[in-house]
């Protein structure tokens, strides 16, 4: 049993590989749901349903968000009636979120996604972080931002200074899960939004230190291959690099995988982690992401 930790967009495309070389039985992936919250009346859970969508091969892999070729007729009508969404969600997305909001409702979202992952044929198991609802505040030179404000009506460009969230329990399964993993890997997502929020849950990084963690760097030179992750390391003080993403997990990780253009860098993870693989770390298409997940396998022991 392999366990990855994961956001929404970069542990994604890993998972596209992971999953066409390691039974898909054999994977558990922990998502985080620090953002999740109602929009346009059903709850959004993005990075869940980004695993969802990929697992059973029906993300909109242009944009990580929701599914390929869906159509908007919902949402125009919505903007016809005056009520834009902040989020624009397709229609086939729509059914998903009205089905998962019911469900958690009577369920909570655990059960909701673990329904939902059947119901869409997917036979990994996917475990939402927690089942209780997270509260995220982005400090920005603006002053204080929701999250997806800041993401979407701000564009991800005011200066963040700080963020602050709230603590949540595990959702069930989740420490277990890592304690009986062969390996854990760390997805290549935001390491302050998407991954530090896993970790923060009670008992979680104990149960790492007890397991083989491979983390690949989403941090490649002095920037992130995409989205704000540099923007938050740079305001906690952490230095974007994979050197300032190792040392976020320095208590646990026992192999960190960087990209060939990092090669310079390590001697200087060698002092913070055991084993440091150097390959190519960019996912661009299928093969690049068999052959990521496939050197990701073969390097745990
Ligand atoms: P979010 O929920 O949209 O923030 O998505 P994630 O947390 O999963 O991941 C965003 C991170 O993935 C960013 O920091 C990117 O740098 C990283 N990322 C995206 N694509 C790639 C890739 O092909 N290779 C690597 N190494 N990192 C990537």
Request: charge should be negative; aromatic fraction near 6%; charged fraction near 25%.
């Given at each position: ?6 956001g929404g967009t970069g ?23 620090l953002e ?28 990580w ?71 995220i505040?982005i400090i920005t030179d603006?002053?204080?931002l929701?999250f997806h404000d800041f993401l979407i009506k701000h564009h991800a460009q005011p200066e963040v200074l700080d963020l ?24 290549p997502s935001n390491p302050i939004t998407s991954i530090s ?21 989403p941090i490649?030179?002095?920037d992130s291959v995409s989205g704000p992750a540099s923007k938050f390391m740079n305001a906690l003080?952490i230095?974007v ?61």
């Amino acid at each position: 049993m392999i366990t990855v930790l994961s956001g929404g967009t970069g542990t994604p495309k890993l998972l596209q590989g992971l999953k066409e070389i390691v039974d898909p039985k054999d994977l558990t992936i922990i998502v985080n749901t620090l953002e999740n919250n109602y929009f346009s009346g059903v709850y959004v859970s993005a990075d869940v349903d980004t695993v969802l969508y990929t697992m059973a091969d029906m993300i909109n892999d242009e944009f990580w968000y929701g599914v390929k070729g869906d159509t908007f007729i919902t949402n125009q009508r919505l903007e016809e009636l005056g009520c834009p969404e902040l989020l624009r969600i397709g229609d086939i997305d729509r059914a998903t979120k009205i089905q998962k909001t019911q469900l958690m409702e009577k369920y909570g979202l655990s059960k909701a996604v673990e329904i939902q992952a059947g119901n869409m044929g997917i036979e990994s198991r996917i475990i939402p972080m927690s089942d209780e609802q997270s509260d995220i505040k982005i400090i920005t030179d603006i002053g204080e931002l929701e999250f997806h404000d800041f993401l979407i009506k701000h564009h991800a460009q005011p200066e963040v200074l700080d963020l602050k969230f709230s603590n949540v329990s595990p959702a069930e399964g989740i420490i277990d899960s890592i304690r009986n993993s062969q390996a854990v890997i760390i997805g290549p997502s935001n390491p302050i939004t998407s991954i530090s929020p896993i970790l923060s849950l009670e008992g979680v990084r104990d149960a790492l230190k007890e397991t083989y963690v491979v983390a690949v760097s989403p941090i490649i030179g002095s920037d992130s291959v995409s989205g704000p992750a540099s923007k938050f390391m740079n305001a906690l003080d952490i230095d974007v690099s994979s050197v300032g993403v190792a040392s976020l997990y320095e208590d646990f990780l026992d192999n960190i995988v960087i990209d060939c253009k990092d090669y310079d860098k390590k001697s200087q993870l060698n002092q913070i982690v055991n084993k440091v693989t150097v390959t190519n770390t960019i996912m661009n298409n299928l093969g690049d992401k068999k052959n990521l997940a496939q050197i990701i396998i073969d390097s745990i022991p």
